[in-house]
């Protein structure tokens, strides 16, 4: 089955400054990345996808790039805002439907 | 769009007791339904997949007389924890899917989420 590897596990940045999550994966087979924002005692929120037919995603602060050929896709997050602190968790899938999650990254924006 | 809740949102009960946990798509009809549970500080772990009508998947590892699954019909998904021990205290999560309109098929909503502690 697929394997998914989130890096780092921890991210602290100043307010301000970019934050970037890097996800790999393992079967060349999934098409669907998709990045959820977990806050402490909530359910996952989609902040943004990607298909394997699209190398780039932005909206607005937030963009996710994928590599197909390394199988490797990161988010990225500009302008962080202490808002923007949270769990977040990258997953890769193809049709079937099961996602498969990375292990989460823990981002801490400091004021 | 594209809303899915849950409830209760948080639950108490004494080991032994049974809990149901219910899962809803608000504005758009779930053709397939997943269950997830999280430990403190760590990834989401599939429990089961459910698709209206039919029997739920489990997956391997999970004892699906201990965790029922009944997915009624296309806006409603339930969970219920049997004879529930300190040890299935968790947050349990579920996530719908559909074929909507602009959506691709394989976006997953997720609910807000169940806080269960069995004591």
């Known amino acids: 089955g697929e394997n998914v590897e989130q890096h780092p596990s921890t991210l602290s940045v100043q307010e301000g400054d970019s934050a970037v999550i890097k996800c790999t994966y393992s079967?060349?087979?999934?098409?669907?990345f998709p990045w959820y924002k977990q806050e402490l005692g909530k359910g996952p929120q989609l902040i943004i996808d990607i298909r394997s037919n699209v190398g780039e995603k932005k909206d607005q602060r937030i963009a996710v790039t994928l590599n197909k050929t390394a199988k490797h896709f990161s988010l990225h997050i500009t302008e962080t805002q202490p808002e923007d602190s949270a769990v977040y968790f990258c997953?890769?899938?193809?049709?079937?439907?099961?996602?498969?999650f990375g292990t989460g990254t823990s981002l801490t924006v400091i004021p | 769009g594209a809303v899915v809740s849950q409830h209760p949102s948080r639950v108490i009960c004494k080991s032994g007791t049974s809990v149901k946990i219910e899962c809803r798509s608000l504005d758009f009809q779930a053709t397939t339904m997943f269950w997830y549970r999280q430990f403190p500080k760590q990834s989401l772990m599939l429990m089961a997949t459910?698709?209206?009508?039919?029997?739920?998947?489990?997956e391997q590892g999970v004892e699906k007389d201990k965790f029922l699954i009944n997915h009624a019909s296309l806006t409603l998904s339930t969970l219920t924890v049997t004879s529930a021990h300190p040890e299935d205290s968790s947050f349990y999560i579920c996530?719908?899917?559909?074929?909507?309109?602009?959506?691709?098929?394989?976006?997953?909503?997720f609910g807000p989420g169940t806080r269960l502690t069995v004591l």
């Open positions: 996530s719908a899917s559909a074929l909507l309109a602009g959506v691709g098929p394989n976006e997953q909503f």
């Open positions: 079967d060349s087979a999934s098409n669907y």
């Open positions: 459910s698709n209206e009508g039919s029997k739920a998947t489990y």
């Open positions: 997953a890769a899938t193809f049709t079937g439907n099961q996602f498969y």
